[in-house]
C-alpha cells in the first residue's frame, strides 16, 4: 500500500510537472515574451492543479466511485468533476486578480477571467481524471487475470490430490487382495509378497510429494507391482520390457504407468483363463516421449473406459499438460489392447 502510495506521488509530481514545463515550452515555440507574470500564473496553475485533482481523489475514494462503476454512479462522478472545475477556476480567477498577476493593458473582468480559465484549466483535470482511471481499470483487470490465475492453479492443485487420494487406496485394495490370496496357499510368499508390497507403498508415499517424477523411479514402482502380482498368477503372468535407456531420465506423472499397467491387470489378464502377457514399453516418438502398455484382453465398448484408472490417467494428463499430452487405449487384435500416454519431452534427454 506505501509503495503505490508513494507511486501515486511520484505520478502527481511528475505529471504536473510536466504540464508546467509543456507550456513554458509553448511560450517558447511561439515567441512569447517570458514574463514574471506568466512564470507565476504557470506555478499558480501547477499548484492548483496538484491540489484539485488530489482533492478530487480522495472524493472519489471517500465515495468509492473507482472503477468499476455503474449508472448513477457516473452521473455523481460527472458533477463532482464538474463542481472541481468550477471551484479551480474560481480561486484561480481571484488570486490572480487578488496578486494582480495581469498585463492592465489587457486586463479582463473576474467573470471573463473564470469562463477563461475553466475553458482552458477543465479539459486538463478531465485528461487527468482519464489518466487515473484508466490506471485503475489496467489495475483491476490485472489483478483480475492473476486471482484467476491463482484460483485456476489452486483448483488443478486440489483436482491432482483428489486424484491422487483415489489411486492409492485403489491399489492398496488390489494389492492386500493378491497377498490374502497367499496367506493360506503359500505362506512363504505371502510374506514375500508383504516385502513387495513394503516397497511399493514407500516409493508410492515419496511419489504424492511431487507432481512428476523420473520414468526410472515409476518403472521401478511398476517392476514391484508386477513382481507382487506375479506371485499369484504364477506362471498365467508372462512379463516384458522394452525400454529406452535415454528416457529413463523423463518426467511422467507418479504413479500413472503403475495405474495403467494395474488397469491391464484387472481388466485383461485376470479374465483370462490362461493368463495372458503384459508388456511396457518407453521410446521417443516423432519428438514425443511415448508410454505403450499392451495386455491379453479385448474392450468391449466402452464398458473398459469407466473404470478409475482410465478416468484418472485422463484427467491428470489435461491437468498437467493441457493439450500437449494425449492417452488412448484400443484393440490391436481380437485378444490383444494397447494403451498408449503421449507426453512432451523434456529438454534433459537431449544433454546427455
Known amino acids: 500500500m506505501q509503495k503505490k502510495h508513494l507511486a501515486y506521488w511520484w505520478c502527481q509530481f511528475g505529471g504536473w510537472t510536466f504540464y508546467g514545463l509543456s507550456l513554458l515550452f509553448f511560450i517558447w515555440v511561439f515567441h512569447l515574451q517570458l514574463t514574471t507574470i506568466f512564470i507565476n500564473r504557470i506555478l499558480l496553475s501547477v499548484s492548483l492543479g496538484l491540489l484539485f485533482t488530489h482533492l478530487l481523489r480522495l472524493v472519489i475514494l471517500e465515495l468509492k466511485l473507482t472503477p468499476p462503476i455503474f449508472g448513477k454512479q457516473w452521473i455523481l462522478l460527472f458533477a463532482i468533476t464538474l463542481l472541481i472545475c468550477i471551484t479551480y477556476s474560481y480561486v484561480s480567477s481571484t488570486i490572480v486578480e487578488y496578486l494582480k498577476w495581469y498585463d492592465p493593458e489587457i486586463k479582463a473582468t ?7 480559465n475553466l475553458a482552458n484549466d477543465s479539459p486538463i483535470i478531465l485528461v487527468w481524471l482519464s489518466i487515473y482511471y484508466l490506471w485503475h481499470y489496467i489495475e483491476n483487470s490485472r489483478n483480475t487475470k492473476i486471482d484467476s490465475v491463482k484460483m485456476e492453479s489452486l483448483v488443478k492443485e486440489l483436482q491432482l490430490k483428489t486424484i491422487k487420494a483415489h489411486i492409492n487406496p485403489h491399489f492398496i485394495f488390489n494389492a492386500l487382495n493378491s497377498i490374502r490370496a ?8 505371502a510374506r514375500t509378497a508383504i516385502t513387495e508390497l ?4 514407500r516409493s508410492s508415499m515419496q511419489a504424492e510429494k511431487m507432481e512428476t517424477t523420473t520414468l526410472e523411479k515409476e518403472l521401478s514402482i511398476v517392476k514391484d507391482y508386477l513382481e507382487l502380482e506375479q506371485i499369484r498368477f504364477e506362471d498365467r503372468l508372462r512379463i516384458a520390457y522394452e525400454i529406452d535407456e535415454d528416457t529413463l531420465d523423463q518426467q511422467v506423472p507418479p504413479m500413472m504407468l503403475q495405474t495403467l499397467v494395474e488397469n491391464a491387470i484387472k481388466h485383461g489378464i485376470s479374465k483370462q483363463v490362461n493368463g495372458g502377457f503384459i508388456k511396457v514399453t518407453s521410446d521417443f516418438i516423432n519428438n514425443h516421449h511415448e508410454l505403450i502398455v499392451e495386455n491379453t484382453g479385448h474392450l468391449n465398448n466402452t464398458k473398459n473406459l469407466e473404470g478409475f484408472g482410465i478416468a484418472s490417467t485422463i484427467n491428470r494428463l489435461k491437468l498437467l499438460y493441457g493439450n500437449d499430452a494425449d492417452f488412448e487405449i484400443k484393440n490391436l487384435n481380437s485378444n490383444m489392447v494397447k494403451a498408449k500416454v503421449t507426453l512432451p519431452v523434456t529438454a534433459v534427454s537431449f544433454i546427455k
Open 198 to 201: 513394503s516397497n511399493i507403498l
Open 110 to 116: 473576474v467573470p471573463e477571467r473564470f469562463l477563461l
Open 182 to 189: 497367499l496367506v493360506d496357499e503359500n505362506p512363504e510368499r
